[in-house]
């Protein structure tokens, strides 16, 4: 299994500043045929299912808000989100679809300070 | 657009067997996709249980493949899963989702369902 680890566990950001959510793979998700990395981000709100934010770690999904972007290659991503807003405390998934056997990262709790 | 719903019953009984359903609306489900299921147990994370083609090729993940089948109804438009042998450990949120289908092959989940929360209990 890849196992995907997130860090920090929470987090509390002002309003209008940077939140960065780090995602660790246990092996890489970079496919070499396409150079393309096999890792997606998601949002969950509070009673909510999760939403895909990005794809290809850094693609955003159509109608995202461009404050949220992701980086990152191998086994090591990055989710910032700059000028936070309130919309945006949620809990933040990593995943991986490099192997079938998909998995998630136990996720990121962003809070308001 | 593509939307999901899940349906089934919110309690089953230890032992017993789980069943639910995701009805696909807005799309074919013989297009180009996969069809998911992934569950999340009160305040906990994301675990996924397996994916189902329209013709009926399957992958599970193998910590509950012993217990899990899922299957697709074409002329309904929705896939479904059975998890037996249920224990308090099953005890979740069960969403259903579209697994994307990309040039490379796999994809990512989108959209998913609203949820359908199952309790284990006698």
């Known amino acids: 299994d890849i196992v995907m680890t997130q860090s920090p566990d929470s987090l509390a950001v002002s309003l209008g500043e940077r939140a960065t959510i780090n995602c660790k793979s246990s092996?890489?998700?970079?496919?070499?045929?396409?150079?393309?990395?096999?890792l997606a981000w998601y949002q969950q709100k509070p009673g909510q299912p999760p939403k895909l934010l990005i794809y290809?770690?850094?693609t955003r999904e159509s109608g995202v808000p461009d404050r949220f972007s992701g980086s990152g290659s191998g086994t090591d991503f990055t989710l910032t989100i700059n000028s936070l807003q309130a919309e945006d405390v949620a809990v933040y998934y990593c995943?991986?679809?490099?192997?079938?056997?998909?998995?998630f990262g136990p996720g990121t709790k962003l809070e308001i300070k | 657009q593509v939307q999901l719903q899940e349906s089934g019953p919110g309690l089953v009984k230890p032992s017993e067997t789980l069943s639910l359903a995701c009805a696909v609306s807005?799309?074919?489900?013989?297009?180009?996709?996969?069809w998911g299921w992934i569950r999340q147990p009160p305040g906990k994370g994301l675990e996924w249980i397996g994916t189902i083609y329209h013709s009926g090729s399957t992958y599970y993940n193998p910590s509950l493949k012993s217990r899990v089948t899922m299957s697709v109804d074409t002329s309904k438009n929705l896939f479904s899963l059975r998890l037996s042998s249920v224990t308090a450990a099953d005890t979740a949120v069960y969403y259903c989702?579209?697994?994307?289908?990309?040039?490379?092959?796999?994809?990512?989940?989108?959209?998913w369902g609203q949820g359908n929360l199952v309790t284990v209990s006698s």
């Open positions: 092996q890489s998700v970079l496919y070499s045929s396409d150079n393309k990395n096999y």
């Open positions: 290809w770690a850094s």
């Open positions: 995943q991986q679809f490099y192997s079938t056997l998909y998995t």
């Open positions: 807005g799309y074919s489900i013989i297009n180009n996709s996969y």
């Open positions: 989702a579209r697994r994307v289908v990309t040039t490379a092959g796999p994809g990512w989940f989108d959209p």
